[in-house]
């Protein structure tokens, strides 16, 4: 993760804190826990969720390099890949995809 600067991962964990709070509203979770705002979070939980953004926005980044080299965008020959897409990069593509279609 040192490849991401603090402020950074800060603005990341604080998103992923959002998604949950929303995700938790939507499904009706009523755990108080799970509802705390970012400010609320004791530091262990901040750090939890400063790593989960870390590490989504990485494999994001990877990925886009992935999809530019097989657009040709990057310059470089187009190539298969030898290895399928990671299955979360599909996921968020998938809800990124029905977002989209929904007007959000």
Same mark, same amino acid.
């Given at each position: 993760? %040192?490849?991401? $600067? &603090?402020?950074?991962?800060?603005?990341? *964990?604080?998103?992923?804190?959002?998604?949950?709070?929303?995700?938790? =509203?939507?499904?009706?979770?009523?755990?108080?826990?799970?509802?705390?705002?970012?400010?609320?979070? %004791?530091?262990? $939980? &901040?750090?939890?969720?400063?790593?989960? *953004?870390?590490?989504?926005?990485?494999?994001?980044?990877?990925?886009? =390099?992935?999809?530019?080299?097989?657009?040709?965008?990057?310059?470089?020959?187009?190539?298969?890949?030898?290895?399928?897409?990671?299955?979360?990069?599909?996921?968020?593509?998938?809800?990124?995809?029905?977002?989209?279609?929904?007007?959000?």
């Amino acid at each position: 993760m %040192s490849d991401i $600067d &603090k402020t950074l991962r800060e603005r990341l *964990g604080r998103q992923v804190r959002s998604v949950w709070v929303e995700y938790c =509203k939507r499904v009706g979770d009523t755990k108080p826990s799970h509802r705390l705002p970012w400010e609320e979070l %004791s530091e262990t $939980d &901040k750090e939890v969720d400063r790593c989960i *953004g870390s590490a989504l926005y990485l494999e994001g980044i990877h990925a886009s =390099k992935i999809g530019a080299a097989l657009a040709g965008l990057d310059g470089l020959e187009r190539v298969p890949l030898p290895f399928p897409l990671h299955p979360l990069i599909r996921q968020l593509q998938d809800a990124f995809k029905r977002l989209l279609k929904e007007g959000r």
